[in-house]
Every structure is written in C-alpha cells, then in structure tokens.
C-alpha cells in the first residue's frame, strides 16, 4: 500500500496525524496495511475452517471477525488518543491555575512555562515544553500556543487557547483571566464526566437488549423454526417439495441473521449517540456488539437445539 494513493483520502490525513499525535512507532501507511491484512486473514482461515469443516455456523461470521479485527487494530491508536486528550483536558484546570498563581507572583510567561513543562501533568506537561521551546526559538506567546492546539483535537483545549490569545491582545490581566478559564474548565470537564455517568445505565440496557437478550431470543426462535419446517420436510414424500422447503428454512435462518446485524447497527448507533453525542463513533462499538450478539445467538441456537433434541 503506497503512501500517495492515501494522500487524498481525509480519513487517512486524520489518521496519520492522530498517529503522529500520540507518537506511534509504526508509520500510518504501515499500521493500515497490517491491519487491513492480519483482518483479511483472520477472516479467510474463519470462513475456510466453516465451508471446509461443514460447521452449522453462518460464513456470515467470518465477516463479522473481520470488522471486529479491523476495528480493534484500527482503534488502538483512538483508544491511545483518546486516553492522552482526556488526561491533557483534566490536568488543563490545574495547570492554568498554577500558570496564573506565576504571573500574579511577578514571574514571565516562560518562567511559568517552564514550571508546568516540569510538573507532573502528563502529557500536558510534554505539550507545553513544546510550546515553551518555540517562545526560545524565537515565536511570540501566541503563535506558540496555537501550535499547542494543532497536536490536540480537542474542542475544549481550541476554545481555552483562543480566549487566552483573546485577553493577551486585549491587554487584560492575563491571571485574573486564567483563572476564571480554569473554573469554567475545570466545569466543562466534569460536566462532560457527568453526562456519560448519567447515560451510563441508558447504554447498558441498549447493549444488554441489543447483543445479549434479543440475540438469544432469535437463537431459540430460529431452533424452533428449524423443527418445524425440518420436520415438515420429513412428512413430505416429494423431492422437490422436500428440496424447496429446507432451500426456504436456509433462507429464513439467513434472514434471521441480516436482522441481527440491522438490530446491532441500530443499537450501536443508538449508544454512539447517547454516550458521545456523534453517530460517527458508532464504528467503535458495532463491531464488539456484532461479536458479542453473534456469540448469544449460537449459544442460544445449540443450546434450545440440545433441550428441545433432548425432549423429542
């Protein structure tokens, strides 16, 4: 996979900049191309082990197995950035604080600088070294914390960055400034801590009602469907007839199956929306919901086919 074929793909642009972001020791076209790959295989030897093996199992799952691959190798480097945005946003507050308790005490802006850039803030810490080396190269204050904002993308931390750049031109007392910014922030974080709290039992009954029950509930449907046309089939004297009613029960169980998808995308969606607010994220989830539903619904599919096989 050649770098400039990607070039004008904005997914790839964002990815390959999250990468870079997080410092990924893998290049992005390189980390793309191994999981396209590891995710194709990991579907071939699935869906080879399911026609050659004569498995009662869907080569519907193979694909299944091949986005949950894909996403889990995909998003690593999310769950990465995800991680490093989260601590910058909950340590911002503090550090904000301590930059104001500086500059109130008569210190510069880069002794400040240099203070955070040695505190224990994490990535934060490393953000405003950065910012601290382009103010000694030569950069005014703002152009260096716009830079800042480039290697974060985070709404809240564009937002801070603006409003401090705001007070800087305007000439209003940056501490007093800093410090009502790291309130408003340090409001803003926890409010947003609060709403997924608050959401948190709406998403477990989606994804319990979604990729446990509902699942399960179509296996021993399906079990039952299964009987009744097999043994339907097995009154029938006629070969053709017996030949287009298990053609109709294959059908039936592949149906059964497309709208377990459709039932998972939605509930997905659904969770996407109601613990991140943006549907976009819904790529995250499907794909461990699908796993998980798709697990239920065999178990639930062999186990009612042994009792009701153990009654008859």
């Not at 104001?100 to 400040?112: H, S």
Request: net charge negative; charged share 20%.
């Amino acid at each position: 996979m050649k770098e400039e074929k990607l070039q004008g793909f904005a997914f790839f642009q964002k990815y390959k900049i999250m990468l870079k972001q997080i410092n990924f020791k893998m290049p992005a076209v390189a980390w793309l191309g191994l999981s396209i790959g590891l995710s194709l295989a990991v579907a071939a030897v699935s869906f080879a082990a399911i026609t050659l093996l004569g498995l009662p199992i869907s080569p519907i799952l193979a694909f299944v197995l091949f986005l949950v691959v894909i996403d889990l190798m995909l998003g690593y480097p999310y769950m990465l950035a995800m991680r490093r945005i989260n601590s910058i946003e909950e340590n911002l507050p503090d550090a904000l604080k301590q930059l104001a308790d500086t500059l109130k005490a008569g210190g510069t802006y880069e002794y400040a600088l240099r203070e955070i850039s040695e505190a224990e803030y994490g990535p934060l810490s490393k953000e405003m070294e950065n910012v601290l080396r382009k103010m000694e190269e030569g950069e005014n204050i703002e152009d260096s914390l716009n830079s800042f904002t480039l290697n974060i993308d985070s709404i809240l931390v564009k937002r801070t960055i603006a409003i401090i750049n705001d007070a800087i031109k305007a000439g209003a007392g940056l501490a007093e400034v800093l410090e009502e910014i790291a309130d408003d922030v340090r409001s803003l974080h926890r409010i947003g801590k609060e709403r997924i709290a608050g959401t948190m039992l709406q998403v477990i009954f989606i994804v319990a009602a979604g990729s446990l029950v509902a699942p399960a509930i179509l296996g021993m449907v399906s079990t039952v469907i299964q009987l009744l046309i097999e043994t339907s089939a097995g009154l029938s004297t006629n070969k053709t007839t017996v030949v287009e009613t298990l053609w109709s029960r294959d059908m039936i169980m592949m149906l059964m199956q497309v709208y377990l998808i459709i039932e998972v995308v939605a509930s997905g969606a659904m969770v996407a929306i109601t613990r991140e607010g943006k549907v976009s994220k819904s790529l995250i989830y499907i794909p461990m919901l699908l796993l998980v539903a798709f697990v239920c619904y065999y178990a639930a599919l062999f186990g009612s086919g042994i009792f009701i096989g153990g009654m008859r």
